[in-house]
């Protein structure tokens, strides 16, 4: 019987949660759950963001659900305690390498979106973000100059191999889309972005069928809402997917309609909605929990080989859309909870 490892964590997560596990749960699939602190609730009760019994559980489990991490209470911690390094130790002990962050207009959601109907229609693309590696995981700190003023510092890298294994993600995805890739970087201005687009034009020659396009990052960010219709797949930094994929989602209508599946190429997998914590409609009921809902579909699809499942989960988060079944951030007065009975009941 398959292990889910719920990890609700801080502010909506655990709101986000509670209504995809009811949705797996109403599935019948005979799949067994385990919950353990994460983030700030795990600083907490254990006092450490990451406890050894939570990233163990996430270690044994056959996928991890996600819920979200931080609030600023915590923003003053020395950097290991603060909550947003659970979910990035998460994702190193776990070799997740993979970000995959699909962002399509759901039908209805037309008026949702911040761009114009007849643009928002068009967006059906799918980010893949490096996770692994880049700003995020290089050397940082704070330092005094020789003069003695203070100065921040994080180095930005990759290393080939990193780059050629993302490519290969984006290759393989595109492939199965409608074979057009666009690589994202800042290769007129970064090292890192260059070896980048050296690698991954290297790796093209091995997908002669995937057409190959280059973007810089500045750019794509304006393409994104000009014509979001013209990607399919983008496969980027870590970084650079991080900001392309939280305006990707209002291009589609919320923040809180994507989800996110991150891999590391085993089949163990971890998902989790793209926002965060939100602490300022946390505890009010007001999420949208469909990004969650969706990440548990990519959960069936990804680590628990159950597409047609994952399948009916997608259907079911479309009824309740077309049926004008709304959280107030897609303009509804819906809470989270029914929300989630919306979705079940389509089910
Ligand atoms: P956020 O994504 O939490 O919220 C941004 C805005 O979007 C807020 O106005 C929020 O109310 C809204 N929003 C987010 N999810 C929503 C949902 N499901 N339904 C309706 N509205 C939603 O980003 P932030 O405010 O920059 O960060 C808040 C905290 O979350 C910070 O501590 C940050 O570090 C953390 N964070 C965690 C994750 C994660 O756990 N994966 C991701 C991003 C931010
Ligand atoms: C995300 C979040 C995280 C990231 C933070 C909380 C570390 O923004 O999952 O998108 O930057 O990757
Ligand atoms: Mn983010």
């Not at 003023?149 to 984006?170: K, L, P, T």
């Not at 190959?212 to 870590?238: C, E, S």
Request: proline content about 5%.
């Amino acid at each position: 019987m398959p292990l889910i490892a719920l990890l609700p964590g801080d502010g909506i997560g655990p709101e986000v949660v509670a209504e995809a596990r009811r949705v797996l749960e109403a599935l019948d699939l005979d799949l067994t759950f385990e919950s353990a602190p994460v983030g700030g609730a795990a600083y907490e009760a254990l006092g450490h963001p990451l406890p050894p019994s939570t990233l163990d559980l996430a270690q044994r489990a056959d996928a991890v659900l996600f819920g979200a991490v931080g609030d600023a209470r915590y923003d003053s911690l020395e950097r290991a305690f603060r909550p947003e390094q659970a979910i990035l130790g998460l994702r190193k002990a776990l070799g997740l390498f993979a970000n995959l962050r699909p962002a399509k207009l759901f039908a209805g959601l037309e008026d949702a979106s911040a761009l114009k109907p007849e643009v928002a229609g068009a967006i059906d693309l799918v980010i893949i973000r490096e996770l692994n590696g880049d700003v995020y995981f290089g050397e940082k700190g704070q330092r005094k100059t020789a003069d003695g003023r203070r100065e921040g510092y994080d180095i930005m890298s990759y290393d080939e191999d990193q780059v050629r294994r993302i490519a290969h993600v984006g290759f393989q995805t595109a492939r199965g889309r409608t074979g057009k890739l666009c690589s994202v970087d800042k290769a007129n201005v970064l090292e890192t972005s260059q070896l980048w687009r050296d690698v991954v034009i290297e790796v093209s020659a091995e997908y002669s069928d995937v057409q190959l396009t280059h973007m810089y990052v500045d750019n794509a960010a304006m393409q994104l809402v000009r014509n979001p219709g013209q990607f399919d797949t983008i496969v980027t930094g870590n970084l650079f997917g991080d900001i392309l994929s939280d305006q990707a989602s209002m291009c589609a209508g919320s923040i809180g309609m994507l989800p996110s599946a991150s891999l590391n190429g085993t089949g163990k997998g971890m998902y989790e909605p793209i926002h965060g914590s939100a602490p300022d409609i946390a505890g009010q009921g007001k999420a949208n929990p469909c990004a969650t809902i969706l990440s548990a579909a990519m959960l069936l699809r990804h680590s628990l080989n159950a597409a047609a499942a994952a399948d009916r989960v997608e259907a079911a988060v479309t009824a309740a859309l077309v049926a004008g079944s709304r959280t107030p951030d897609l303009g509804g007065a819906l809470s989270t909870s029914a929300m989630g009975d919306a979705v079940v009941a389509k089910l």
